[in-house]
């Protein structure tokens, strides 16, 4: 089994997503030591949830099979360039290698934000679209501090 | 309830996780015409999910709660300022406005990639630590072509 054959999974996904009303047309496959781990397809809108992206549900299944938060080994594919919410998720997961089709310029065409969410999460906080507040810091560093403190934390 | 308020119990949410080996130290809360519709701790090592961050739990939780994808009106109270995944989350979900306590430097100097992974993002797909490798262009852009052509398609 070569890149050709899981990223045309991955297409396979975002296509029949594409002709239903589950979601947008992403679909995205994880596999690790050649075989499919994890797969999903965009469930934005049928699940009620902003974060059901392919690459996330992808990587939230392979997860759950393994009974790991870390895929380091594994490859994903995706019918599209990650938006940067999934990028991020592809490195918190610590995933080897991603093989894509379309880019955020494709996406874009298609009427979605990645592009425009790329320049904002590029951007100083005081900069961008969204109105952000620093409070409290002080207060909120203790969080960080009882962590370093925990012999029973798990870094991640 | 100020923003003091309501920031403060998303630090309790970091706080209470920091010294259990349920996750990070984080928390946050989501807030809509003045109650709290969804909160999350980082629930990483304890539920195998990468993807498992405070804000993303929160906004999981809100929008699960409210029956929709879209959190326009609604802040975010977050005890650190997201990572890359957590801010486009936020963006997707259309969420108005956001209020922190850490930064990514108060993240970083606790052991977290948060600062690394804007840099990584904000880098040409090319220039990143992660290799990627593009292929299946024209067959990747049909599945835009038919979702734009799908009269039941829900936009987000």
């Known amino acids: ?20 009303a589950r979601g947008g047309p992403f679909g995205a496959v994880v596999v690790k ?5 994890g ?18 549900v992808a990587i939230r299944a392979a997860c759950a099979a393994l009974g790991t938060f870390d895929l380091e080994g594994a490859v994903i594919y995706t019918s599209c360039e990650p938006c ?13 290698r991603m093989v894509y089709a379309c880019s955020r310029e494709d996406a874009a065409a298609a ?3 990645d ?9 100083p906080i005081d900069a961008r679209a969204l109105p952000a507040r620093r ?3 002080e207060d ?17």
């Open 115 to 123: 592009a425009w969410f790329y320049e904002q999460v590029a951007k």
């Open 33 to 37: 030591d050649g075989r499919v781990v």
């Open 39 to 56: 797969e999903g397809a965009n469930r934005v809108t049928d699940s009620h949830d902003p974060t059901a992206h392919a690459e996330v």
């Open 1 to 20: 089994m070569d890149d050709e054959t899981f990223l045309s999974r991955a297409i396979a996904l975002s296509m029949e997503n594409a002709s239903s």
């Open 135 to 137: 409070l409290l810091e």
């Open 140 to 156: 909120g560093r203790r969080a960080f501090q009882a962590w370093l403190e925990n012999p029973d934390r798990v870094p991640y």
């Open 111 to 113: 009427g979605f934000d």
């Open 84 to 96: 940067p919410m999934c990028l991020a998720a592809i490195l918190w997961a610590r995933i080897d």
